[in-house]
């Protein structure tokens, strides 16, 4: 076994702290929560880091709340906490659902949502549907507050658009309400998902027609893409809507940036699109898949 | 840096360097070898250990943060007259193992499932331990396992429950 190479442990008493820390630290420095994903780039040495400051002590950012229509996830929840929490399985139990599916119960115990955003693991799944739940994100530093989308997070693999000495405190999902029809399916052969697609939409009249549709696949890109294009093809009455998932599939195909790696190729990733789009879109709405 | 923490049910304290993990200190210095390495990446469960009484990977888990907390070990489940655990039991039982190097981490993390609830499904047990990988001998011995034994403790919970 690889030991980790030695580090010490700050323990901030605010996100102010915290930021002046990594001010002060620079390189040397990173922020730790759940360290599911940052000990294991470490002891591979990807990564090597003299101070990591760790996130769990400052009080208050292991806190689910609910304020004006959205739940406020602190960053250092698990996924654990998060899938258990009453709020979220009532206010946005798709999001509760995709929680209680991420890795196995280890990695939930121990990982925080915020951790797996800023980490932006290509084949991660919350990314994927924060995106068309139409979350924002808080990021804090010394320098003040600013609230962004999570697209505006999210730079690649691996990569945030974080400057330095900010940090992400806490996470905003709007709740669901009851003409809205959300639904997330991954596929996962092996240890990680080769795609996860979520699919978001709003309805008039129970579901005969949709008024408003946002869409978008992870895990098969560097990083989780929403596909505009095709979300005009999901608007429209349902059985338009579902006579044109063919198109559809194929334009967020084409707009997801499709690699070849070891989880297969782009057409294979194509193909998986096409069939995840069909299912999630009979989930959504309520139906048994029967494929 | 120095922490204190209970370990299978008794007071312990240690000091620690930041960089070690729980299973570095479970293994080499609390002799608590039934904490098994083979992937090290969070996904095999052979590492499996209770930190108030949820499964963290100890190969990836900093020792660091059982401060305060309470750890298990396969080597506290049993009762201190040596009687076996009703989950290490039935894993006799169904002989729900072959080589026996994912069992420590398979009747942890069941544990953790049946003292959060013991009215489980199967389909909630094949869920909850998918995390936990068996090389030899298939699952339904597994399976089989833990539906016995959850069905003791849940008769166990209701005679505790007529009696208090």
Known sequence: MTTLSRFEIDQPGSVAEASQMLGHYGDQAAIYAGGTELLLAMRHRALSYKHLIDLKVIP????????????????????????????????????????????????RATGTLGGNLCFAEPHSDPATMLLVLGATVWIESARGTREIPIEKLIAGAYANHLAPGEILTRIVVPCGKSNHRAAYMKFQIHERPTLGLGLWLETLDGGRTFTAARVAV????????????????????????????????????????????????????????????RRTFLKAVGLRISS | MKIGFELNGKAASLEIEPRETLAEVLRARCRLTGVKL????QVCGSCTVLVDGLPVSACTYLAYEIRDKRVTTIEGLADPPGRLHPLQQAFLDHFAFQCGFCTPGMILAAKSLLDENVHVSDEEIIAYMSGNLCRCTGYLGILKAIRQASAEMKATWKENRSTS
Do not use: W
């Not at chain 1, 929840?77 to 509760?96: D, N």
């Not at chain 1, 429209?236 to 006579?243: H, T, W």
């Not at chain 1, 499709?258 to 294979?268: K, T």
């Open chain 1, 218 to 277: 992870g895990c098969v890109s560097p990083f989780p893409h929403r596909a505009p294009v095709a979300e005009a093809l999901l608007t429209g009455s349902r059985a338009e809507v579902e006579k044109h998932l063919p198109e559809t599939a194929a334009l967020i195909a084409d707009g997801a940036d499709l690699v070849d790696d070891h989880e297969g190729s782009a057409e294979y990733k194509r193909h998986l699109v096409d069939v995840f789009l």
């Open chain 2, 38 to 41: 083979s992937c090290e990446a």
């Open chain 1, 60 to 107: 208050g950012l292991n806190a689910i709340k609910a304020r004006d229509g959205v739940i406020e996830i602190g960053a250092a929840c698990t996924h654990r906490t998060i899938e258990s929490s009453s709020l979220v399985r009532e206010m946005q139990p798709v999001f509760a659902e995709l929680e209680s599916q991420v890795a196995n119960i280890r990695v």
